[in-house]
C-alpha cells in the first residue's frame, strides 16, 4: 500500500493499493465515467435503486452517475489553495459528535435532481488533511447490506489498522513516513 498525493498542498492524498497501477480515486472516477461499468452495476442493482430512490430507468442512472462524477472530480481537484476539506468531508456515522484519531469520512456527490448516490471514503489525518481509501455508489442506507460498499467500509479499516500499525497518528507523522519512503 502506498499512497499519492492528490493536491499539490498536501492536503489530500489517495491509497494506491497493491494491485493497482492507480490510486484510488483516479479507478473511482474511471469507473463513474465508464458507462459500460455502470449499465452491468445498476442492472445488478436495480431493485436497490428503485426501492430506495425511486429510479428504473438504467439509462437515467448512468447519466445521472456520469454529471454528478464530473462535478464531484471537479469539486476535488479544482480545489483553491484555501478551501476547507472540512466542509467536503463529514463523518462515515452520522451519529458521531467528537472527533476521532484517524477517524473515518465520506465525501458526497452533490446532484441535484435527487440526493447523490456517490461516496467518496477517507481518513481523517487532522483538520484539512484526508487519504482517499475508496468510493462507492452507494444505494442502501447502510454501508453493511451490500458487498460492495462493505468492501468499502473494509478498505477504510485496513488503511486505519495500516496507518496505525506503522505509528501514524496524524499528519506529522504521516509526512515523516512519506519522507522516509522516498
Same mark, same amino acid.
Given at each position: 500500500?502506498?499512497?499519492?498525493?492528490?493536491?499539490?498542498?498536501?492536503?489530500?492524498?489517495?491509497?494506491?493499493?497493491?494491485?493497482?497501477?492507480?490510486? =484510488?480515486?483516479?479507478?473511482?472516477?474511471?469507473?463513474?465515467?465508464?458507462?459500460?461499468?455502470?449499465?452491468?452495476?445498476?442492472? !445488478?442493482?436495480?431493485?436497490?435503486?428503485?426501492?430506495?430512490?425511486? =429510479?428504473?430507468?438504467?439509462?437515467?442512472?448512468?447519466?445521472?452517475?456520469?454529471?454528478?462524477?464530473?462535478?464531484?472530480?471537479?469539486?476535488?481537484?479544482?480545489?483553491?489553495?484555501?478551501?476547507?476539506?472540512?466542509?467536503?468531508?463529514?463523518?462515515?456515522?452520522?451519529?458521531?459528535?467528537?472527533?476521532?484519531?484517524?477517524?473515518?469520512?465520506?465525501?458526497?456527490?452533490?446532484?441535484?435532481?435527487?440526493?447523490?448516490?456517490?461516496?467518496?471514503?477517507?481518513?481523517?489525518?487532522?483538520?484539512? !488533511?484526508?487519504?482517499?481509501?475508496?468510493?462507492?455508489?452507494?444505494?442502501?442506507?447502510?454501508?453493511?447490506?451490500?458487498?460492495?460498499?462493505?468492501?468499502?467500509?473494509?478498505?477504510?479499516?485496513?488503511?486505519?489498522?495500516?496507518? =496505525?500499525?506503522?505509528? =501514524?497518528f496524524d499528519y506529522d507523522g504521516?509526512?515523516?513516513?512519506?519522507?522516509?519512503?522516498?
Amino acid at each position: 500500500m502506498k499512497f499519492e498525493r492528490i493536491l499539490d498542498n498536501g492536503r489530500l492524498w489517495a491509497v494506491m493499493y497493491d494491485e493497482n497501477n492507480v490510486n =484510488i480515486l483516479e479507478k473511482v472516477f474511471e469507473q463513474w465515467n465508464d458507462y459500460e461499468w455502470l449499465r452491468a452495476f445498476f442492472t !445488478r442493482h436495480v431493485e436497490d435503486l428503485s426501492s430506495f430512490f425511486h =429510479i428504473t430507468d438504467i439509462d437515467r442512472a448512468v447519466f445521472d452517475t456520469v454529471d454528478d462524477a464530473n462535478e464531484l472530480e471537479c469539486l476535488i481537484l479544482d480545489l483553491d489553495p484555501d478551501a476547507n476539506l472540512d466542509d467536503l468531508f463529514r463523518p462515515l456515522e452520522n451519529t458521531r459528535l467528537s472527533e476521532v484519531l484517524l477517524g473515518r469520512e465520506k465525501a458526497k456527490g452533490q446532484y441535484h435532481t435527487h440526493t447523490s448516490w456517490l461516496r467518496l471514503y477517507a481518513i481523517r489525518l487532522e483538520s484539512g !488533511r484526508y487519504i482517499i481509501t475508496g468510493g462507492a455508489i452507494k444505494l442502501t442506507a447502510t454501508m453493511q447490506e451490500r458487498e460492495h460498499t462493505l468492501e468499502e467500509l473494509n478498505k477504510l479499516n485496513r488503511v486505519r489498522d495500516h496507518l =496505525i500499525a506503522l505509528g =501514524i497518528f496524524d499528519y506529522d507523522g504521516f509526512e515523516d513516513y512519506n519522507e522516509e519512503s522516498d
